[in-house]
């Protein structure tokens, strides 16, 4: 369905400032939905595009990933990933709130393994309901996805948010009229790395969105923040998709190891 995505910031991911207003509140709400906090976490692998975890909840095993977005650990963060195994997902998880890129990478990951994937939800890509959605209206698309080019055929206009020059992309000074009267935003994971996710929802509470790629919270607290779907993925073999992460797979080559994907509307809740 997806890959990570290069979204509109420059790499390697660097963040110096804690999550505050808006950001910190989704950031709060989402850390308050975990449905294992108390998990212990039994692994982390650490890669050059991604960062995986594994707990265990009672004999319950749990796995989750998020992208670092290129973010290299300093010594100390290093440190501190050999003291995260045997403490709960609940403890990294406030690595969400750090102002250091990696850090904040390691507490998506155990955000995204302590939620618990909706199950028996339809089976539908989420480039196909954006297209369906948006054919006679303005679309963005925040991060270069491998369904761009064929998204921008679809729809009526397509604008394409992206720091870094691809071709096709939309001048950033141009990108706030554009959000308060698109009718379709997709919007990948990794703004929640960012500190963007809660901006981008802000500004377009008229489009129907999608938060896209392996890094996104399958979390409902995210629907109550403006998204209408999630379409994201979980860790079904933890083994073999850790060991393409220490090896420095990207996400299109180990999904195919042991990755399922999950796209799920508000419509279902």
């Not at 420059?10 to 400032?17: I, K, Y």
């Not at 909840?57 to 998020?66: P, Q, R, T, Y």
């Not at 996805?145 to 397509?158: C, H, I």
């Amino acid at each position: 369905m997806t890959k990570t995505c290069s979204h509109a910031q420059q790499s390697p991911l660097a963040v110096d400032r804690p999550a505050e207003g808006s950001e910190r509140q989704l950031i709060d709400d989402l850390i308050q939905s975990m449905d294992h906090p108390s998990a212990v976490i039994a692994e982390i692998a650490v890669g050059s595009h991604f960062l995986g975890i594994r707990a265990d909840d009672n004999g319950k095993v749990l796995a989750g990933l998020s992208s670092t977005l290129g973010a290299v650990p300093t010594g100390e963060e290093r440190q501190m990933v050999d003291a995260m195994v045997g403490k709960t997902l609940g403890e990294a998880a406030d690595l969400l709130k750090s102002s250091r890129g990696f850090s904040i990478s390691l507490g998506v990951a155990a955000l995204n393994t302590s939620i618990a994937a909706p199950q028996h939800q339809p089976d539908f890509e989420a480039s196909k309901i954006m297209a369906e959605k948006g054919k006679d209206g303005e679309t963005v698309l925040v991060g270069d996805f491998p369904f761009t080019d064929r998204l921008r055929q679809q729809v009526g206009t397509l604008h394409l948010f992206e720091l870094q020059r691809v071709a096709g992309r939309t001048p950033p000074d141009q990108w706030d009229d554009i959000l308060g009267r698109c009718s379709v935003l997709g919007l990948t994971g990794t703004t929640l790395l960012t500190r963007a996710m809660a901006t981008y929802l802000e500004k377009a509470p008229q489009a129907y969105t999608v938060i896209i790629g392996p890094t996104t919270p399958l979390s409902p607290v995210l629907f109550s923040h403006g998204a209408d779907v999630l379409a994201g993925s979980q860790v079904v073999s933890p083994e073999p998709v850790f060991d393409g992460i220490r090896q420095g797979m990207s996400f299109r080559e180990f999904k195919k190891l042991g990755i399922q994907f999950v796209a799920w509307s508000k419509d279902t809740i």
